[in-house]
């Protein structure tokens, strides 16, 4: 049977993080990488959770840090309010290092404001969370809504992760509010310019693809909360490129 080290990206995630590892028990190595958290997230570890304290960068940075601080080749990640069933789990072991493949693809399956969704791209919503460290890598200029630079052959889990996501919209909506930044920083460093209108068709464009293109509308009302939301986000990714390439246009021309 392959050994594989299960790894938690972590920070102030005390509520989560026992819960998480609870369920990632089946693994050869457990693995926390946490970001220096406050809150006591790593206070009660068991003795036999691996802890390494790093300071966060981002997303990207700190899990291809993972791949290297891992025990095993092969690596499997969850984050701490994600939990891998009974199924999942059994996949992973019966697949894992048996077949040609360099990662897997997992189906996961997102709990928001207190339903599991059907649409709006939350299920089936696909992650590249298994995979060959000797074969991986992260993208640097993506720090958030990471990519992974495999060289091989992807397979397809069938059974799937379970993501407790955000239970109110207050938390839906801080959350991201940061993940917006990220993404209009690394656009921006990407060299990635739009026009003046992309700040109101982006939007429009991201709520028809949630709620149309998605299917959002299964979910109902929340669907198409849902979809308001990442128009929301949208609009904010487009006005913080925008912020930064006039700042970046203003000092250039002085």
Do not use: K
């Amino acid at each position: 049977m392959t050994a594989i080290s299960a790894v938690v990206i972590a920070r102030n995630e005390a509520a989560n993080l026992p819960d998480c590892l609870a369920t990632l028990a089946w693994a050869d190595e457990r693995l926390v990488i946490d970001a220096l958290s406050t809150d006591g997230t790593t206070r009660d570890l068991l003795p036999h959770v691996r802890l390494v304290e790093r300071h966060w960068r981002n997303f990207a940075d700190q899990r291809d840090a993972a791949l290297r601080l891992a025990v095993h080749d092969w690596v499997v990640f969850v984050d701490a309010d994600e939990r891998v069933p009974p199924r999942l789990r059994e996949e992973i072991r019966a697949r894992v290092g048996l077949e040609e493949f360099a990662g897997y693809w997992v189906p996961r399956r997102n709990r928001i404001f207190g339903r599991w969704m059907r649409g709006a791209g939350w299920s089936p919503d696909y992650q590249l969370r298994v995979m060959d460290r000797r074969r991986a890598g992260y993208i640097p200029d993506r720090p958030v809504h990471e990519l992974v630079d495999l060289r091989g052959t992807v397979g397809w889990m069938t059974q799937p992760l379970e993501h407790l996501s955000y239970a109110s919209v207050t938390e839906f909506r801080a959350r991201q509010r940061l993940y917006a930044e990220a993404v209009a920083d690394g656009l921006y460093r990407a060299g990635t310019r739009r026009r003046p209108t992309a700040v109101v068709l982006q939007p429009l464009r991201e709520f028809w693809r949630r709620l149309v293109r998605l299917r959002g509308y299964q979910d109902g009302g929340v669907g198409v909360l849902l979809a308001a939301l990442m128009a929301e986000h949208e609009w904010r990714v487009q006005r913080s490129l925008r912020v930064r390439w006039a700042a970046g246009d203003a000092g250039s021309s002085e």
